[in-house]
């Protein structure tokens, strides 16, 4: 009976070293297999300081080095060798850090296609214009919304809806935290100006920087949905008529 109970207990102590033992050869086959997928390196060139449009791939050799980068953050069209872009120019800025690839260059003249994340219609132009916190709708505004823009002329004392409808395409709080959606941005007791880059036609762009540089500008939020508005403005004659 004590033999048999031995052999009973003897077999399972070697089932279960053998049981740890396949877990464990298991564990670090999926770790040498993850390990060998986020350790996977390639060689690419990478600025080393900012590049800017129209450096000459000539030039490059000062503000580039080659060293090893993740598979996956080196694009399709890296450069592996300068001499691919050594007739070329920069089209973009290129920062400290990224990969060198062979679509930031061009043959000088050549239009870049990149608006560096502005999403400008065909036919309009990204405008940007300066606004205090208070005519700027107190940071209410986001990229995305509408607003209607506002002149107020100064020697004429007059208020007239200039340009209807225009997009915003960013905001950037100068000495403010950047608003959330539907929140104010939050500031010291005196909150600075607000750059507004709107999307706008050329002649819409015309009359916002004429205003702009002449007169002054004031910002209203549109309802969603709300279509182009119109009003023939107002006087210090028909503001009580």
């Known amino acids: 009976m004590h033999s048999r109970s031995t052999t009973i207990i003897g077999a399972g102590v070697a089932v279960a070293i053998l049981g740890a033992v396949l877990v464990f050869a298991y564990a670090r086959s999926l770790q040498g297999s993850a390990g060998a997928a986020s350790g996977a390196s390639v060689g690419a060139y990478v600025a080393t300081t900012a590049i800017t449009p129209g450096t000459k791939g000539s030039a490059l050799s000062s503000s580039v080095k080659t060293t090893t980068v993740p598979a996956s953050a080196r694009p399709a069209d ?31 003249g050549t239009p870049n296609t990149s608006t560096s994340g502005l999403a400008i219609p065909v036919g309009h132009n990204a405008i940007t214009v300066t606004s205090p916190f208070p005519q ?10 509408l607003v209607n823009v506002y002149m107020t002329n100064k020697d004429g004392q ?6 209807s409808n225009v997009s915003v395409l960013a905001t950037v709080p100068a000495n403010a935290a950047a608003p959330k959606t539907g929140t ?9 100006d607000v750059f ?18 002449y007169e002054s500008l004031y910002y209203g939020l549109v309802h969603p949905g709300d279509g182009p508005a119109a009003s023939p403005g107002q006087t210090l004659k028909t503001l009580f008529s």
């Open 78 to 108: 890296a450069v592996t060798d300068l001499s691919q872009v050594s007739s070329l120019q920069a089209l973009r800025n290129i920062e400290a850090g990224e990969v060198i690839a062979a679509s930031q260059f061009g043959a000088a």
């Open 136 to 145: 700027a709708v107190a940071g209410y505004v986001s990229p995305g919304d």
């Open 158 to 163: 007059a208020a007239r809806l200039l340009v």
């Open 184 to 192: 104010p941005a939050t500031a010291s007791p005196v909150a600075g």
């Open 196 to 213: 507004f880059t709107l999307s706008l036609t050329p002649a819409e762009s015309e009359k916002v920087i004429f205003a702009q540089t």
